[in-house]
């Protein structure tokens, strides 16, 4: 992890977190002070609060009972005018921007470890690691999945289907927001897009990967060039990425761009296979998904990876062909 990106938004939440309890503090004042009844029921309960404190203390049980009866109907009191005003929710408690961690950027786990927060930890693959590469997540999402830039035309000579361009993109996504809301199942399978480049993968990678990142999950992009590259550099000690591969084995959504698009040796191979298998493998205890793009088919996947890793792609991916117009040279036309 690069310590001085944690550092700076550290701070960055230490900032978010005083801001937000400083408005519920300014919410709270104005609410109570345009009730000065409530705002007097208030302090007398602070003020009996006080006083059972100090009759504990000194061991009067007597005053103790009586202060206690007190308060429990300055209580009552109070909760009968609450029942009667329609309170705004950012009086009842501050608006954190991560309600998990309260702006913190921490958890704290049932067994008592403290961990990082999954909204800090994508905030630094955003930075660290995605960059802009899944940041145009507002523009390229479910709501502006367009239609019409595909073909209601069936062609079976040129696009090698019995449907047309645009049922078969209406079919992926109905698979891609299955494989969204079925996320946490294991028995949901990873997805696997085929197609030239130009045909919506990325667009809809970027769907999902929206839909996820909503739900307060991890997302890791990599183009396969790049992370067999760091992977290959790790394993010979050319660098110090231990951390980006334990990130690629354990990120809640693994994106894999353009595969097939690396210099391919034995050595990358392997590693490949380590990837794929090893997330499927910790999908047994903690719910793992992966989505692999690329622009082969499933002959050259095979021809190119071998029986291994095809194996692991016919069995736990679904397997999404794209097919159609280069929708860039479409909006090129528009």
Do not use: W
């Amino acid at each position: 992890m690069n310590i001085s990106t944690l550092n700076t938004l550290l701070k960055e939440y230490e900032k978010k977190k005083f801001k937000a309890e400083l408005n519920f503090e300014k919410a709270k004042d104005s609410f109570y002070n345009s009730h000065p009844d409530l705002l007097e029921l208030n302090d007398k309960l602070n003020s009996t609060a006080l006083e059972i404190s100090k009759a504990i203390l000194a061991g009067d049980s007597a005053l103790e009972k009586k202060l206690k009866v007190d308060f429990e109907k300055l209580k009552n009191k109070k909760d009968k005018i609450l029942n009667t005003i329609d309170i705004p929710i950012e009086v009842k408690e501050p608006i954190y921007e991560c309600p998990i961690c309260k702006d913190t950027g921490y958890i704290t786990l049932d067994n008592k470890k403290t961990v990082l927060c999954n909204c800090i930890k994508q905030k630094i693959f955003d930075i660290d690691f995605n960059k802009s590469n899944i940041g145009n997540l507002e523009k390229e999402n479910f709501d502006t999945f367009d239609l019409n830039l595909y073909s209601n035309n069936v062609d079976v000579k040129k696009y090698n289907a019995k449907i047309s361009p645009r049922q078969n993109i209406l079919n992926i996504k109905d698979i891609a927001i299955k494989f969204v809301e079925n996320f946490d199942n294991p028995d949901e399978k990873n997805l696997l897009f085929l197609g030239n480049t130009g045909l919506g993968k990325t667009f809809l990678s970027n769907c999902i990967a929206k839909e996820i990142l909503s739900n307060k999950r991890t997302v890791l992009y990599q183009t396969s060039p790049i992370m067999l590259d760091n992977i290959i550099d790790y394993r010979f000690g050319k660098s110090d990425l231990k951390e980006v591969y334990d990130n690629i084995i354990n990120v809640d959504l693994l994106i894999i761009d353009d595969l097939g698009a690396e210099s391919l040796n034995s050595f990358k191979v392997t590693e490949l296979f380590n990837i794929i298998n090893a997330r499927l493998l910790s999908a047994n205890n903690n719910v793992r998904k992966t989505i692999i793009s690329t622009n082969l088919n499933m002959n050259n996947l095979f021809e190119t990876y071998g029986e291994r890793i095809f194996s692991r792609l016919a069995s736990y991916y679904n397997i999404c062909r794209f097919f159609g117009d280069d929708i860039r040279l479409l909006k090129l036309k528009k």
